[in-house]
Each structure stands twice: as C-alpha cells, then as structure tokens.
C-alpha cells in the first residue's frame, strides 16, 4: 500500500511509521511527505530516509481552500491508498476530505471524545483528569471527532507537567499505536463501514 503523510512539526510519529516501513512491519511504504511549514523537522526526516519530501506554505494561499485544493492535488500526484496526518496542524475543509474519505488517519493526543482541539495535556490537568492517552482515528469533516481505531492510555503521575505528559504519552503510546493501527488498516483488517469502524480479522 501507499501511504501519504501530512506534517507540520517534529515529526516523532512520521519517524516511527518510517522506521517501521523500512523493518516492514507496517506492511505499506511510505510515498511522500507533505509539510505546511518549511521548518518543520519531519520534512529533514523524510529527506533523510529518501522519501520524496514537498512544503506547501498556507500563507502563500489567499483562501483557505485554495490551499486545501493544492494540497489535494500535491496528495493525489502520489497517488495513496491511505493518507495519514501526523502531528498536521492545519484544519482541511470538505473538499480535502471527500476526496480521501475513508482512507484518511490521524492521531490525536487524548482520550477522544474527550478533550479535542489543541492543549490536550494541559486541559488533562487542570481538568484533574485521572488517565491520559492517545487516539487514532478516521478522519471526518467534524475536528478529532471521526470513527476510533485505537486508543492507549495511562494513569496520570503526580507531580508531572504537562511537558512531561506530552512526551510520555509520545513514548509509551502515540508510538506505538499509530504504527499498528496503519498496519491494520494497510493489510486490509480494518476498513471504515458505513461511517463506522469494520475490523475485518485476518483474510
Ligand atoms: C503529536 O502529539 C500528535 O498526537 C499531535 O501532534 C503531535 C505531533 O508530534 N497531533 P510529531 O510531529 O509527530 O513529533
């Protein structure tokens, strides 16, 4: 299978998905890397595993979806069976997502339904949150809000920042989980269904 990748950041969770493509373990590779940021790290990450990596600035778009319309094109050029974001930080409109519905992932740095949108670690503390985690999903036009594939989570230390959250839950979960839910999805076990998640179990 062919995988797309969107990025906006460091690119931690593109690495995974690289390193796992490379001991072929996610059972798909990796065909491009799509950054909405120059200095985005990931795009150096994806140069230096020879994956064909391409930035397309949203500032350099006057419409919101001029800019999701090149970013489709760019995606489409690559011609993907799944597209994940990772750690992408741009909302994408309609017309992005109707032409990738049901073969679109995202991971998003919470327990989904709760907490979406931005600041996920904070809002666990100053929520008192007892647990933390991390979910995959399909992506859907309503934000964080699609069909969940998998989720991983932990009790919440005492004591720990919400840096120290976020970089627990990067190590122990969002690595771990996103890799697997892409093999799934790329070996055919999982599909989205009549806007529902279909595990199909091993053909
Ligand atoms: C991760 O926490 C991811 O869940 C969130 O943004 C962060 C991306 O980090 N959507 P990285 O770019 O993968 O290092």
Redesign the pocket.
């Known amino acids: 299978k062919r995988v797309v990748v969107l990025?906006?950041?460091?690119?931690?969770?593109?690495q995974a998905l690289l390193d796992h493509a490379a001991a072929g373990t996610l059972q798909a590779s990796i065909v491009g890397v799509l950054s909405n940021r120059a200095d985005a790290y990931?795009l150096e990450r994806a140069r230096l595993a020879k994956v064909p990596a391409i930035c397309l600035p949203h500032q350099n778009y006057p419409e919101r979806a001029d800019f999701d319309r090149a970013l489709a094109d760019a995606v489409s050029a690559l011609a993907p069976d799944i597209v994940l974001m990772?750690?992408f930080m741009r909302v994408l409109g309609d017309a992005f997502l109707e032409r990738f519905a049901g073969r679109m992932l995202?991971?998003?740095?919470s327990l989904l339904p709760r907490h979406p949108g931005l600041r996920t670690h904070d809002r666990v503390l100053e929520a008192g949150d007892s647990e933390h985690g991390?979910t995959v999903h399909f992506v859907t036009p309503e934000l964080d809000g699609g069909p969940r594939i998998i989720q991983g989570k932990f009790r919440v230390p005492a004591q720990h920042t919400a840096a120290m959250l976020?970089e627990k839950?990067?190590t122990e979960i969002?690595l771990r989980i996103y890799p697997q839910a892409v093999a799934w999805f790329a070996r055919g076990e999982l599909g989205l269904e009549a806007g529902r998640v279909k595990f199909r179990g091993v053909p």
Request: glycine share 16%; no cysteine; charged share 10%.
């Open positions: 990025v906006s950041g460091s690119g931690r969770n593109l990931a990772a750690g995202n991971i998003h740095p991390a976020a839950l990067m969002e």
